[in-house]
């Protein structure tokens, strides 16, 4: 073989060679963003778990102590009352109560629940998508630790300096339930 021919092939193999490093490596640097994002998704997350289920939980709090101050009022109404006036509220109010059984019955969702049926829907939706966004860290990072145990792909991780990126895992203080307190 002439030198041209031999110097053309080494030619050739290192150029593929310096294709496939640069593929290698941006892979790698990819999945390090999408590491990243997730992390990012994983904050994003938690802040939206804080925001609505305080937000929401402020809600329903002011709205039963709304019923609550409204039940006491009407109490207080009633204890000076005379019997005859009392009397007189009752059929009152027996009267109302007919007419809010009318409207119970074509519309049985209470207000108050409504409350506490969206705040359990919130609590529901946020923990869902902090599990989604847990979820997807855990994968990338699944991904890109395998790339960086498989030759060759080792071999130039190595190179990089990359090193295994840990698995979320949540604090046991953070495994236990949240306490709702309303």
Partial sequence: MELTTILIIVGIVLFILVIWYISVSNKLNRAVVKIDESLSGI???????YDVLTKMIDVVKAYAKHEKETLFEVINLRKDMTMQ?????????DENFKRINIVAENYPELKSSENYKTLQQSIADVEEHLQASRRLYNSNVSLFNQMLVTFPTSSIAKNKGLTKKDFFEADETKKEDVKIDL
């Fill in 85 to 93: 006036e009392k009397n007189d509220a009752n059929k009152a109010m």
């Fill in 43 to 49: 904050d994003v997350a938690l802040t939206k778990r």
